[in-house]
């Protein structure tokens, strides 16, 4: 089931789908184009709507017709499961590195819609910055470069974990998603100084109105 707040899907609201387009287009023509082929989403906060944007610009990017993978890295409070409702008993991220690798079970959804993937996270877990610097998830991101023309990763909130942090790394680009009269300021220049220090490349910031 896909929800509501997919809009890209939806007629109900385009202003909204508009903007995540724009978002597209803007990443294919300085980004894709480019080579690259992986992209972390990230905020300082919760509530700055950054599950909604990875969502919604993975679809919008699957439209166009390119190979895109939609991975859930945010192992705090996973909610891709949220837009689009995997099957039950799903297989995801936290398996994958408590397994020490790719599960027996395969843990890629394809095709959930025309020309998108998914993998999910697969459940909250506590010791999430542990997993996610094993060298098996570095691994799992590599494959996903390798695989797909895009792969679209969404992150826990970099202020409250180092999670978003590890993941930026490894991808190497990233993308922060802020809201109005929510995200200070203060902690986007923060967030942005960091991407610097750790040698990721900011491909852009997107405002989220209120």
Same mark, same amino acid.
């Given at each position: 089931?896909?929800?509501?707040?997919?809009?890209? +899907?939806? %007629?109900?609201?385009?202003?909204?789908?508009?903007? =995540?387009?724009?978002? $597209?287009?803007?990443?294919?023509? $300085?980004?894709?184009?480019? #080579?690259? $082929?992986?992209?972390?989403?990230?905020?300082?906060?919760?509530?700055?709507?950054?599950?909604?944007?990875?969502?919604? *610009?993975?679809?919008? *990017?699957?439209?166009?017709?390119?190979?895109?993978?939609?991975?859930?890295?945010?192992? $705090?409070?996973?909610?891709?499961?949220?837009? =689009?409702?995997?099957?039950?008993?799903?297989?995801?991220?936290?398996? =994958?590195?408590?397994?020490?690798?790719?599960?027996?079970?395969?843990?890629?959804?394809?095709?959930?819609?025309?020309? *998108?993937?998914?993998?999910?996270?697969?459940?909250? %877990?506590?010791?999430?910055? %542990?997993?996610?610097?094993?060298?098996?998830?570095?691994?799992?991101?590599?494959?996903? +470069?390798?695989?797909?023309?895009?792969? =679209?990763?969404?992150?826990?909130?970099?202020?409250?974990?180092?999670?978003?942090?590890?993941?930026?790394?490894?991808? #190497?680009?990233?993308?922060?998603?802020?809201?109005? &009269?929510?995200?200070?300021?203060?902690?986007?220049?923060? +967030?942005?100084?960091?991407?610097? %220090? &750790?040698?990721?490349?900011?491909?852009?910031?997107?405002?989220?109105?209120?």
């Amino acid at each position: 089931m896909v929800s509501s707040d997919v809009v890209v +899907l939806s %007629e109900s609201r385009p202003l909204e789908a508009e903007a =995540i387009r724009t978002i $597209r287009t803007h990443v294919t023509a $300085r980004h894709i184009k480019g #080579g690259r $082929r992986g992209l972390a989403l990230c905020a300082p906060t919760t509530g700055a709507g950054c599950t909604f944007v990875a969502v919604n *610009l993975a679809v919008a *990017l699957a439209q166009v017709g390119l190979s895109t993978l939609l991975v859930d890295a945010n192992l $705090r409070a996973p909610g891709v499961q949220d837009y =689009i409702r995997p099957p039950p008993n799903t297989i995801g991220v936290k398996q =994958i590195l408590q397994a020490d690798g790719p599960t027996s079970q395969n843990f890629v959804h394809n095709d959930v819609l025309p020309g *998108l993937s998914i993998i999910y996270a697969g459940g909250a %877990e506590e010791h999430a910055q %542990e997993l996610l610097g094993a060298g098996v998830f570095k691994g799992l991101v590599d494959d996903c +470069l390798r695989d797909y023309d895009i792969t =679209i990763f969404d992150t826990a909130p970099s202020n409250d974990y180092a999670d978003a942090r590890r993941v930026n790394t490894l991808v #190497g680009y990233a993308m922060i998603v802020v809201r109005s &009269d929510v995200t200070l300021t203060s902690d986007v220049k923060a +967030l942005a100084a960091q991407m610097w %220090e &750790d040698g990721v490349e900011l491909v852009g910031t997107v405002l989220n109105e209120a």
